[in-house]
């Protein structure tokens, strides 16, 4: 078995408002027998500044690999924004001679070359390709029977295909089959590939909103107790923000919301508290009376 | 472009895609057929009444350049790459809608969160500035203390890219 070490990408929103998928990922992946190195020392992915220049996107997450390289080892992110940001550029700049050779003109500046040695994966990449199911499987000591979870893959997770090669983003499986590891049931709904919206939040609100309401929608008629998701902002999106939509749009959802790790930290007999489920914004108080 | 409004001759850049081509992400924008399979699929589309990825490349093939880089819409594009992975010309729409933003905050065109998610980078690497509570409440829960970031680095590298320039263009 090759070895499971990686340098931890924690990225910016992680750490700013999202300390629970933090703290459940580090538990469940010690448990597994994965070893996150922390990074010495990084900045945000780029993903933010690709609108505004998109080498000013690759030269954030070019010096970010370069760290990586230097430390021998892959990244590997727990934010899929920051996975397929970080992805992208890794590829580009491996396959664009011509890029590379310019974004290296500006890295000599602070003493980096990218070399292009190493890889990028988010951690469900991880679970599936190199720890695998029957692995997780056996880390699983009380299994979620009877509990209904709808997944929610995200769009960074799966796309661009071509840049992510993970999965079939028209009919994504793996995190579905994650989520049957535990124990619990993955239940299907409507629109399940749809985007949260969160990455337009900043300039207009009310259209993640409402793809936000449409979503928790299709996850109540499926009569699921919990959503899984595996991102910070389409966890903001459903978590944080569903007591506003409940407000805005004048319906209860009271949908718990969990960061896979936390759903896969249960099923391993890991404590609410070990897993920060206090931090989620919808208690997840009835899903914990339905598991006991 | 609203409803309704006709198209103007003179406003027309027939070069403007070739302009376009050349950048990297935007080299298939000519080959666009306009068959719509972006826009059906799109989740912005769905709840917005002015973002369509199809009339978006539409407008670029025909040259509406100062249409399209004032407008309000492109930075719409919540970058979920479905029109990309489904487009059977392999256009890569959303490497033209970055294109066009990439261009339109050269003219200073820039919605204000740009602004502010750049310039918590230059101050902090990051793109959130996060409050010294939060970094001890961190540690308090058992978590490894964030490493700061090389602001040195990070400051010469958006210099050297013109990308500082952008931000501080337009003002604050």
Same mark, same amino acid.
């Given at each position: ?25 580090r538990k469940v992946a010690q448990r597994l027998g994965i070893?996150? #190195? ?6 945000? @992915?780029?993903?933010? #500044? ?8 690759? $030269? ?68 599936? %390709? ?6 997780i499987?056996?880390a699983v000591k ?8 709808? %997944? ?42 749809? @985007? @949260? ?64 790790p936390?759903?896969l930290g249960?099923?391993m007999g890991l ?22 | ?5 006709? $198209? ?23 080959? @666009? ?119 040195? #680095? ?19």
């Amino acid at each position: 078995m090759s070895e499971l070490k990686y340098l931890l990408f924690l990225g910016c929103a992680i750490p700013y408002r999202v300390t629970s998928y933090e703290i459940s990922a580090r538990k469940v992946a010690q448990r597994l027998g994965i070893e996150f #190195v922390d990074m010495p020392e990084y900045n945000c @992915c780029g993903l933010p #500044v690709e609108p505004i220049s998109y080498e000013g996107m690759l $030269i954030l997450a070019a010096r970010n690999l370069c760290v990586a390289e230097q430390q021998e080892l892959n990244l590997v992110t727990l934010c899929p924004g920051c996975a397929s940001t970080l992805k992208k550029a890794n590829k580009t700049l491996k396959e664009d001679q011509k890029l590379r050779e310019k974004i290296n003109g500006y890295l000599k500046e602070v003493g980096l070359e990218f070399k292009g040695t190493i890889e990028v994966k988010h951690l469900v990449h991880v679970l599936v %390709e190199d720890v695998g199911f029957e692995r997780i499987k056996e880390a699983v000591k009380k299994p979620l029977t009877g509990l209904k979870v709808a %997944e929610h893959n995200g769009c960074h997770l799966l796309r661009p295909s071509k840049i992510i090669g993970f999965d079939d983003p028209e009919n994504p499986l793996m995190l579905k089959r994650l989520v049957e590891a535990t124990g619990a049931t993955a239940v299907d709904y409507m629109d399940k590939t749809q @985007c @949260c919206g969160a990455p337009i939040v900043g300039v207009n609100e009310k259209i993640p909103l409402q793809l936000a309401l449409d979503k928790l929608r299709n996850v109540r008629a499926a009569g699921a107790d919990a959503m899984v998701t595996v991102c910070p902002f389409c966890h903001m999106m459903f978590d944080m923000n569903q007591p506003r939509i409940e407000r805005m749009f004048n319906e209860k959802f009271g949908i718990p919301v969990l960061h896979y790790p936390q759903l896969l930290g249960l099923a391993m007999g890991l404590t609410p508290e070990e897993l920060a489920m206090r931090e989620l914004r919808v208690k997840p108080s009835r899903i914990l009376e339905l598991i006991k | 472009m609203a409803e309704g409004t006709g $198209i103007q001759i003179s406003e027309l850049d027939p070069k403007f895609k070739y302009e376009l081509r050349k950048v990297h992400g935007a080299e298939k924008i000519t080959i @666009c057929f306009q068959c719509g399979t972006c826009t059906a699929g799109c989740p912005i589309a769905r709840f917005s009444d002015v973002y369509r990825p199809r009339r978006i490349l539409r407008m670029a093939q025909l040259g509406l350049r100062s249409r399209l880089l004032s407008s309000e819409f492109i930075w719409l594009c919540a970058s979920c790459f479905t029109c990309v992975d489904r487009c059977p010309q392999d256009v890569d729409i959303a490497g033209i809608l970055r294109t066009l933003k990439n261009l339109a905050a050269e003219e200073g065109y820039l919605p204000p969160v740009y602004r502010e998610l750049a310039s918590n980078i230059m101050k902090t690497g990051l793109a959130y500035r996060i409050p010294e509570l939060r970094l001890k409440r961190r540690e308090q829960m058992g978590l490894p203390p964030l490493p700061k970031a090389n602001l040195e #680095v990070v400051r010469r590298l958006t210099e050297v890219t013109g990308f500082s320039r952008l931000i501080q263009a337009g003002g604050e």
